[in-house]
Structures are given as structure tokens and as C-alpha cells.
């Protein structure tokens, strides 16, 4: 029998997860990127703007989602030139879409544009202290997630940070593997920090997004999320379950496993890749000038072996489509313990 590893029923929504409007540092206002995003494609945006929470709610309607997020970040030291001092960037995303004030929600973080018109009495009264160190990063994830929140690390590659620096986070829902304005500005983010993650055992999802402050940078990189319905909590709960993949180009129409041998279909492209977290890879090429758009990869020996050795719990595979351009899609890992539910 199938077993549908993007699920067969409901309807793919391209979602742009990191943006920024005037109300910090973009220079559009959030309809304007509502009608952008809308002309190429996007049911769902995600508005990210720096530091404080701010729902758009009212942009919703039968054909536009706006999910509830907000960007935050952690600097090493506060007075130092922001291009020096070490950073890291990421991003929640809310549960319930009125939600204003965030767990990590830091007042003395809020400087940027009309972001200060945002804090309210009671949200001073509740701010939180951003510090700088792992541990305290792990907290803030922590109380994010007891928040009915996702968080998803942004850019690591910008933020320049090394392995020892994201290794031992957890709580993390996402890592970006695409900034569009990143790659923009020459900061092209890899996979190595979502791979070093996955093995060990956090289970976090790849994401493309633009990380747009103004046209520029938009329409690079998204998310194709599977959901029954364009309704808030169904979007969120196929985000948390990562009904989804990333893209920057390529689309991955439908990914199934059946008798130990994994389906995928595709737009077309020159190469379809399953990896794992071993040297075991499985892949097919298109011939020169030519596309291909499905391939079929048997993973039965690589399961068995999983099985007796390694742990069902700690392999996992995951698909990366590349297009004639170089553009990219990725699914989310699998991990083998899944196949067992
Ligand atoms: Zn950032
Ligand atoms: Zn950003």
C-alpha cells in the first residue's frame, strides 16, 4: 500500500515565511506585499517584521492567508557596529493568529521604524531578557514552543556561524537553506546546517524564503504547503507536521514509498537525488539537453540495514530536485521510525 509521504489529500499553498514591511526596516507596506505576493502565485505570506509581533489578519480573506510572526534576534553585545558584533537571527511563527506578544519578546530589541508604536504598557511589563550563549538560545526556543510557536533559524550563513555555534541548539522547527536576499547580497546558505541537525536526531525542516525588504529581494525562495484548507490553524498544523517542501524553482508533486520503493514526481528537471544520512545515495540524471520528471529509488537494503545497525530512529532520507538552471527543491527528512507508524 502507498503510504504518501507529502499527503495525497488537500491542495499545495506557496507561502513566502520571511518578509519585512515598513512596520520595521521594508519599504512596502504589507498590502502592497499582499498584492506582489498574490501577482506571482502566493497564498500565504508570513509577515516577520523585526522584534515585535504585529497580526495581520486583516489582509486574510478566501484567497490570501497572513500567518502572525515576528523576526528576532540576539546580538553578542549591544553597542559594538552592528557589522561586527556576532548575531543570531530567527523567526516564530504563532499558533493563534492574534497573538501580539511573544514569549522572547525583548523591549529593548525594538528600535526599528514604526516598531516601537507596537509595545504596549503591558508588553513592557512582560518583556523578556535576550542574552547571548546557546543555553540561553535553547531557552528562548523552549518557551517558544510551550507558546503553541514554531521557530525557524534564519540565515546561518549571513549570521556566519559555525558548527559549534547552531550544533547543539534544540527546539528548532526550521533552519533556512535559502535566503533569497542573502544569496542576493553573496551569502548563499547550504544544507550542512539542517544534515549536522538531522543527525543528531533534531528533527528540523529545510525552508527557502526571501527575507524580502523590498522587491528586490522577493520571490526567490518559498514554501509549497500541502493543507486541506487556506485556513489559518490547517496551514499551521501542515507547517508543525511538515506537510511542505522548500523551493526555489522546482516543484515536487507527489513523494510516496510503497514495498520499500520511494516515488517521486517533479516538474521537469536533470536530477532527482535521495540521500541519506549515510554515503548511501540514490539519484537519477537526465541525459544531456534532456529533462526528467519522476524517479523511483529502492531503499529496501538501506532499511534493513537501518534496521539491524544504525537505528530506524536516526536514518532518515530526504529528496533535492535540481533544474536546468540550478534552481532547487527539497523535501523535509524522513526518518525511518516514520514508515514504522
Ligand atoms: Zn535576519
Ligand atoms: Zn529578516
Partial sequence: MKQYLLPNKGKFYKACLHVHSRVSDGNREPEEIKEEYMAHGYSIVAFSDHDVMVPHNDLTDENFLALTAVEAQVNSCKDDDFDYVETIHFNVFSRDPEKTFFACFDAGYVWMSRTPEYVTDEHRKKSY????????????????????????????????????????MKGLWGVECYNNE?????????????????????????????????AWGSFGGWMM?????????????????????????????????????????????????????????????????????????????????????????????????????????????????????
Fill in 129 to 168: 531578557t535576550r542574552h547571548w550563549g546557546i543555553e540561553h538560545f535553547n531557552e528562548m526556543f523552549e518557551l517558544c514552543n510551550k507558546d503553541d510557536c514554531l521557530v525557524m533559524l534564519n540565515h546561518p550563513v549571513w549570521s556566519q556561524m559555525r558548527y559549534n555555534d547552531y550544533i547543539d
Fill in 225 to 341: 504547503i500541502k493543507s486541506e484548507a487556506l485556513r489559518y490553524q490547517d496551514v499551521f498544523d501542515a507547517m508543525k507536521r511538515g506537510d511542505l517542501y522548500a523551493s526555489t524553482g522546482p516543484e515536487i508533486k507527489e513523494l510516496w514509498i510503497e514495498n520499500g520503493k520511494v516515488h517521486v514526481e517533479t516538474s521537469p528537471c536533470v536530477k532527482i537525488a535521495l540521500s541519506t544520512e549515510r554515503r548511501a545515495i540514490f539519484k537519477s540524471n537526465a541525459r544531456d539537453g534532456e529533462t526528467i520528471t519522476w524517479g523511483e529509488y529502492d531503499i529496501n537494503d538501506y532499511i534493513a540495514r537501518s534496521r539491524q545497525g544504525f537505528g530506524m530512529d536516526k536514518n532518515y532520507f530526504r529528496i533535492t530536485v535540481t533544474d536546468e538552471w540550478g534552481r532547487k527543491a527539497y523535501s523535509r527528512a524522513y526518518f525511518l521510525d516514520e514508515l514504522e507508524k
Fill in 182 to 214: 542573502c544569496y542576493k547580497f553573496g551569502f548563499e546558505d547550504t544544507m550542512t546546517p539542517v544534515d549536522d541537525l538531522l543527525r543528531k536526531g533534531e528533527r528540523v525542516i529545510p525552508t527557502a524564503t526571501d527575507d524580502a525588504h523590498r
